[in-house]
C-alpha cells in the first residue's frame, strides 16, 4: 500500500515539476509512478499510482491538497440540498485518464496489477468533514440526525465506486481493493446500519469478475468478521492486531492481507526483521495470505528497509 511515494527519491524528483493531482490525472505519469517500485524492489503486484478521492471532483466535490493540511474540499457537504446537488456520473468517461494509465500499464508489466478506490464512509468523511478529521463530528452528526440523507450519500458513492472497480477491471488490472481507512471510528452496531448495505452493495456490484476483492480498513479488530460478511475476497489486518487472530476473526474462509506496522520500517534491521517472521509464523504457511503492510508506507521510510523486507520475505516463503 501506497508503494510509490514521498519516501522514493525518484517520486520526490516528479513531485517538484508536477502537482499530486497532476501525477494521478495524467496516464504518462501515473504509469511511470506505479512502475517506480516494481523497478525498485520488485514487489510481486503493482499497484496502481492514484488517489482515492479522485472521484469527488466530477462528483461535483472540487479538491486540491494544500501543504500541511493534506486534501481540501472546496465546498463541503452540509445538508440534503447538497447532496441533492451531486451529479451521478459514468467513470468510463469521466476518471478515463485512470482507466487509459491502467491499459498503458497492463502493457509494461510483468507483475499483476491491483486497483483501488475509496469505501462510501471513508469518501463520505472527507465531503463531509472537508478534508482530514480526528473525530469525524461532522460526519456522525449528518449520519445520526439525518440518517435518511446519509443513507442518500452513501448509496450514490457505492454506486459510483462500484462501477469505478468494474471499470478498472474491464481497462485490466487483475484484482482490486476498497479502502475504508476511517471506518474503525464505527463500533458494529454503527457499521452494520450505516456501511454494512452500501459496502455489500460495492461487492454485489462486482460479482462474476474474475478479480480478487481486497477489502482493508485501519481500526478494525472489533469490525473484522462483520467486514467478512460485507463482501470480499481478501481482508486486509492492520498492524493492531495479530495476524493469526485477525485471520480467525475474519473467519477460515477469505485470504488474509498484512500486517506488519510501518513504523517498523524505521527500526534497527534486526527488530524489522524478527518482526517480518513474526508475522510469517502467526500465517503458517496457509494458502491465501499476501504479505503486506497494515497501512500505507510513510514518508521518510528508509528505502534499504523496504528492500530488506521484500528480499527477506521472498527468501524466506519462495522454496
Same mark, same amino acid.
Given at each position: ?242 495476524? +493469526?487472530?485477525?485471520?480467525? $476473526? !475474519? #473467519? /477460515? ?5 498484512? =500486517? @506488519?506496522?510501518?513504523?517498523? %520500517? ?10 517480518? +517472521?513474526?508475522?510469517?509464523? $502467526? !500465517? #503458517? /504457511? ?5 504479505? =503486506? @503492510?497494515?497501512?500505507?508506507? %510513510? ?21
Amino acid at each position: 500500500m501506497r508503494q510509490a511515494g514521498r519516501y522514493m527519491p525518484e517520486y520526490q524528483a516528479l513531485r517538484e515539476r508536477h502537482s499530486l493531482l497532476d501525477l494521478c490525472r495524467t496516464p504518462d505519469l501515473a504509469v511511470e509512478v506505479t512502475l517506480q517500485p516494481i523497478q525498485a524492489f520488485g514487489f510481486d503486484a503493482a499497484i496502481l499510482f492514484s488517489d482515492l478521492l479522485i472521484p469527488l471532483d466530477p462528483l461535483g466535490l472540487p479538491f486540491d491538497f494544500h501543504s500541511g493540511e493534506g486534501p481540501v474540499v472546496e465546498r463541503p457537504i452540509r445538508s440534503r440540498d447538497d447532496v441533492d446537488a451531486l451529479r451521478r456520473f459514468e467513470p468510463r468517461e469521466e476518471l478515463g485518464m485512470v482507466l487509459e494509465a491502467i491499459r498503458l500499464l497492463r502493457r509494461e508489466l510483468k507483475v499483476p496489477l491491483i486497483g483501488f478506490a475509496g469505501a462510501p464512509f471513508t469518501l463520505a468523511t472527507y465531503a463531509i468533514e472537508g478534508g482530514s478529521s480526528k473525530s469525524l463530528a461532522r460526519t456522525k452528526e449528518l449520519m445520526y440526525g439525518d440518517p435518511d440523507t446519509w443513507h442518500r450519500l452513501a448509496g450514490l458513492l457505492a454506486e459510483i465506486v462500484s462501477d469505478y472497480l468494474r471499470a478498472q477491471v474491464e481497462a485490466g488490472v487483475q484484482a482490486v481493493q476498497l479502502f475504508d481507512s476511517w471506518i474503525g471510528a464505527l463500533d458494529e452496531a454503527d457499521y452494520r446500519e450505516f456501511a454494512l448495505p452500501h459496502v455489500r452493495r460495492i461487492f454485489d456490484g462486482l460479482e462474476g469478475l474474475d478479480a480478487p476483492q481486497i477489502h482493508f480498513g485501519t481500526g478494525t479488530s472489533h469490525l473484522l468478521a462483520v467486514q467478512r460478511e460485507a463482501g470480499g475476497t481478501v481482508i486486509g489486518v492492520d498492524w493492531r492486531t495479530p495476524l +493469526d487472530e485477525g485471520w480467525k $476473526r !475474519a #473467519g /477460515g474462509d477469505v485470504a488474509i492481507q498484512g =500486517n @506488519l506496522d510501518p513504523t517498523l %520500517l524505521f527500526a534497527p534491521r534486526e527488530r524489522l526483521l524478527a518482526r517480518v +517472521d513474526d508475522v510469517l509464523r $502467526r !500465517a #503458517g /504457511g496457509r494458502a491465501g495470505h499476501i504479505f =503486506n @503492510l497494515g497501512h500505507g508506507i %510513510l514518508p521518510g521510510t528508509p528505502v534499504e528497509n523496504v528492500r530488506a523486507v521484500v528480499e527477506h520475505v521472498h527468501e524466506t516463503t519462495v522454496r
